[in-house]
């Protein structure tokens, strides 16, 4: 079954929020025009593709606070839908020139796995898999997209691939979740291309926390 104009948008969404986040490091933060005219620009009501929208989409710190904003207003209904979908659309006409300009590999903009932890049990990997049904992927390049259990909050999550429960990390990536519509969904960028198709063990945590772990099939 193919995916619905709203799957779509999301996918798309998300594959183009990872990119900038991931691909303009600004740690000096050079030409920042400062986090409140961020905060208006995130605050329009329309489109102005100029020259402030042009950084943003070009630096990671400023866009990180761009997406922050974005969910604060959208939480107060200030910000409509048609609004977000003509900067997606200024945002992913740019990418295609990062691409050619900075000769970057293939981004992870295929999604290979789609997981619905929500109702996973509250158990981390000293106590077993949670008890919830396999998980799948393909073995390739892109992004896996979770919705993680129930209440889990936003920020920054860990996902390590592993062969067994308690073993070491074979692959590890990370991604920053975001609470929608109640929901908090997470993208992990992965390439299991170099991994053999059989079982392993998904563990996604944060810092210190415990993690949770899930089995997994690639296929």
């Not at 992004?143 to 259990?149: A, K, S, T």
């Not at 063990?201 to 089995?215: D, Q």
């Amino acid at each position: 079954m193919g995916e619905s104009p709203e799957q779509k948008f999301d996918r798309i969404s998300r594959a183009v929020q990872d990119s900038i986040l991931q691909n303009y490091p600004n740690p000096e933060r050079r030409g920042c025009p400062g986090d409140d005219v961020v905060r208006d620009v995130a605050g329009r009501t329309h489109l102005e593709a100029d020259e402030l929208w042009e950084h943003i989409t070009h630096c990671s710190p400023c866009y990180r606070v761009f997406l922050a904003c974005k969910q604060e207003f959208r939480g107060k209904r200030i910000i409509h839908r048609r609004a977000a979908v003509g900067l997606l659309a200024a945002a992913i006409a740019t990418i295609p020139i990062v691409v050619i300009t900075r000769s970057r590999p293939a981004k992870h903009d295929v999604q290979i796995g789609d997981w619905n932890l929500e109702t996973s049990a509250l158990r981390g990997s000293d106590s077993g898999p949670d008890t919830v049904s396999q998980q799948r992927a393909s073995r390739s390049r892109g992004f896996i997209r979770v919705h993680l259990p129930l209440g889990s909050e936003d920020g920054e999550y860990q996902m390590q691939i592993r062969k067994t429960e308690d073993g070491s990390a074979l692959q590890a990536t990370k991604g920053n979740a975001e609470i929608v519509n109640g929901h908090t969904v997470v993208s992990f960028p992965v390439d299991f291309s170099s991994l053999s198709a059989g079982a392993y063990i998904a563990a996604i945590g944060r810092g210190t926390r415990r993690w949770r772990v899930y089995p997994l099939l690639l296929s």
